[in-house]
């Protein structure tokens, strides 16, 4: 299979390039916000838009993936929160294994229920280790998943966490606070997961300012993560985007 998105994602990281990528939630847009949305991106120079949600209650993803390949050229990597969120309209998926946690359902079970769909799609898969880092409050992801999140204080937790993913096989590490957390994961342990991992890292969840995903670049993060607080303010797309952009290369090497 053809890995033209993961292909981009190293050959980023190999240059030091930073990039940024807008998380849409499907039940949260319009046809007419995916169009403003997705003008807002192209403008801005977003690398990625992530779609999907830990609770994707409404039945139009694959309408929605459409509608932003239509609106835009940006590509869309599926951010998936269940076995029912893959369209094969979308560019990549990023095959989800919580490896954080210790539900086996997240690990395994729930990729052996969706490896048929997945394979038959034909989209581009990239095997991600996922790790919840506590963001300071409940948070959907940490509810659904029904797994402890990692202490955002155990920066080793996290880096040996990252690194047996890395180990085993994983092709990126994603480190989530998850939807809507107080507390942003800290630099101190992007830096410590970054610097003993060879894979992209991509780190989202409470990033609320182009300051704070500029300092998370610098930490070592490869892709930036934003969805929550674009909802509330769309011009934060273009000022996180600057920020993203105009991190120094190999910053934390």
């Not at 299979?1 to 939630?25: C, H, P, Q, W």
């Not at 909802?231 to 934390?252: Q, T, Y």
Request: glycine fraction near 8%; include cysteine; charge should be negative.
């Amino acid at each position: 299979m053809y890995r033209k998105i993961y292909n981009s994602f190293i050959e980023r990281k190999a240059k030091g390039t930073k990039s940024f990528a807008v998380l849409i939630d499907p039940d949260k847009v319009t046809p007419d916000g995916i169009a403003e949305l997705a003008g807002k991106c192209t403008e801005s120079k977003v690398d990625y838009i992530f779609l999907g949600g830990s609770l994707v209650i409404t039945d139009h993803l694959d309408d929605v993936v459409q509608q932003i390949k239509a609106s835009c050229d940006i590509p869309v990597i599926l951010f998936p929160g269940s076995p029912s969120q893959v369209s094969r309209y979308a560019d990549a998926l990023l095959y989800l294994s919580m490896i954080s946690g210790r539900n086996p359902e997240l690990l395994i079970g729930q990729h052996v229920v969706s490896a048929a769909a997945v394979k038959k799609s034909g989209l581009e898969v990239i095997s991600t280790g996922y790790m919840v880092i506590d963001g300071g409050a409940p948070t959907t992801v940490s509810y659904i998943s029904n797994a402890t999140p990692i202490p955002a204080d155990k920066d080793d937790i996290a880096m040996c966490t990252a690194m047996a993913g890395d180990m085993l096989g994983m092709k990126v590490i994603y480190m989530d606070a998850g939807s809507g957390a107080r507390k942003p994961i800290t630099e101190s342990m992007i830096q410590r997961v970054s610097s003993q991992v060879e894979v992209p890292v991509i780190v989202g969840g409470g990033i609320r300012t182009a300051e704070k995903a500029y300092l998370n670049c610098k930490a070592g993060a490869d892709i930036i993560v934003v969805g929550n607080a674009i909802e509330k303010d769309a011009s934060l797309i273009r000022e996180i985007a600057e920020a993203v952009h105009s991190a120094p290369v190999n910053a934390a090497r």
